[in-house]
């Protein structure tokens, strides 16, 4: 089977989906996005911390410099627009004895040169007023009030569902494995036969190195970065306001304590370099040297209330920056686009959708579709609210997930959204069904069962995260 597109779209993490929307509101083109897994942000767009960096870390003069602090600036008004759940809570780099000052100074320089706003050196004494649940041996702190914290795949979800209303095109479990020049362009070799392409962009995540070996004379290497973390039930008071950083190492920017934008509090990573770019496997290892670090900020640390873990693989290239813009002609890529990738990426997308229109020649999109708005989550209602909610539609009566109160309304429309979801994951990250304590125990055979008949498939054929990963067996 061959399929033609304009332009072809390597990846459908947070980088892929934000050029997807700038293309498909920007360019009278045709998009297609090609993606190895099932669903949007199955890679490390999903298994991150979710904060949305502020710019004081990375090096003066880097691309990841200059596109973090230009994201940090345009996430607010993306995530209004694009009804995302973000809150800039503002973060802290705390040192724990002398010894670390010098680093927090540099890190206020740093910053300070990337024109991150608001910097301040904290000493201990209104360091222990700002946040009493942190370690009385903290000696001062680097303040960064620009900082935020995101849904990371709820913000991929949005930007996926806006491009596909403007005409892109997603096509899943599709695995490019090569790229070959033509007279018109790009072939993209996969499995399920070619795709044919105007011009191509990579930003196939821990796989774009091979990819981008393939193109060009400049070799670049990736090393697969593994970060686990833990996750705590939604305390009745948060032990901090704040994202809460130990001081970096040359393995990144440390374990930290922070809450999530949905309540709960989120520990981790740790750092390991490992040989498979897709073992996303949790450690018992990893996971207690994340509580042992996590206890030197938050002594009264205690995993009762552990929900789940998780891990994150992100693509660190060996030289420390990102690789950003035209790898050969009519191709462009995003290779390691480790932390702050996240946070960088509104700004790479607006820049390289640019670039690319500009160098194509692409004509301008006559009619852009507004982001189809996001009603307010069922457990956020008033008591008045949710009455009025079941009277519009009685599956809103119907709870399916008592730990985080969502209905069957709420998973119907997951399900249904331009791109939605196909696995109970992809249901469980859209709306939080399965999200709470009991993770699915209680709602996740409901959940199956709506799917089925959302989806038009037999039971047998649902799974919890696609491939053969099936939630049932067979029938008696």
């Not at 301040?120 to 001062?140: S, T």
């Not at 770019?277 to 552990?306: C, F, H, I, Q, Y």
Request: hydrophobic content about 40%; charged content about 20%; overall charge negative.
């Amino acid at each position: 089977m061959q399929t033609y597109t304009d332009i072809l779209i390597i990846g459908a993490g947070v980088v892929g989906c934000a050029l997807a929307r700038e293309l498909s509101l920007r360019c009278a083109a045709d998009v297609l996005v090609a993606e190895r897994a099932c669903d949007v942000a199955e890679g490390a767009s999903k298994a991150n911390s979710g904060i949305v960096h502020a710019g004081f870390d990375a090096k003066p003069g880097t691309e990841k410099a200059r596109l973090n602090v230009m994201g940090a600036r345009m996430y607010p008004a993306v995530c209004a627009e694009l009804g995302v759940p973000y809150k800039q809570i503002g973060a802290l780099v705390v040192a724990f004895d002398e010894a670390d000052r010098s680093t927090i100074e540099k890190l206020l320089e740093q910053g300070e040169a990337n024109g991150v706003p608001g910097l301040r050196i904290v000493e201990h004494d209104e360091l222990m007023k700002m946040e009493p649940n942190l370690n009385p041996a903290a000696v001062c702190a680097l303040e960064a009030p620009t900082s935020g914290i995101v849904s990371p795949y709820e913000l991929v979800y949005a930007l996926a569902d806006h491009a596909a209303l403007n005409g892109a095109e997603f096509l899943f479990d599709t695995e490019v494995q090569g790229l070959i020049p033509t007279a018109e362009g790009w072939r993209a070799v996969t499995a399920d036969g070619d795709i044919l392409c105007r011009c191509v962009v990579n930003c196939a995540g821990i796989g774009s190195a091979v990819l981008h070996n393939q193109v060009s004379d400049r070799k670049v290497e990736l090393v697969a970065r593994r970060g686990q973390y833990d996750v705590l039930d939604h305390p009745e008071q948060p032990p901090f306001t704040r994202t809460m950083f130990q001081c970096p190492t040359k393995m990144g920017k440390g374990v930290l304590v922070s809450p999530t934008v949905h309540g709960n509090v989120l520990l981790g990573p740790t750092a390991e370099d490992i040989p498979d770019g897709r073992d996303v496997s949790t450690t018992a290892e990893g996971l207690a040297n994340v509580a042992e670090k996590v206890k030197l900020t938050w002594p009264g640390m205690s995993l009762r209330t552990a929900v789940t873990n998780f891990s994150g693989i992100r693509a660190h290239e060996v030289n420390g920056d990102f690789i950003v813009g035209k790898a050969a002609p009519h191709c462009w890529e995003a290779v390691g686009f480790e932390s702050p990738g996240l946070t960088s990426s509104p700004a790479l997308a607006a820049e390289m959708a640019q670039e690319i229109i500009a160098s194509e020649g692409f004509g301008p999109k006559e009619k852009i579709v507004p982001p189809q708005p996001k009603g307010k989550p069922f457990n956020e209602m008033t008591p008045e609210e949710q009455a009025e909610a079941v009277a519009r539609d009685p599956m809103n009566g119907q709870l399916i997930c008592r730990c985080e109160v969502v209905t069957e309304a709420e998973i119907r429309a997951a399900i249904r959204r331009p791109v939605g979801a196909r696995t109970v994951d992809g249901v469980k990250r859209r709306c939080r069904a399965g999200m709470g304590r009991c993770q699915g125990g209680f709602c996740a055979p409901r959940v199956v069962e709506i799917l089925a008949e959302e989806l038009g498939l037999p039971m047998t054929a649902i799974t919890k995260g696609g491939g053969e990963s099936r939630m049932l067996v067979g029938e008696i």
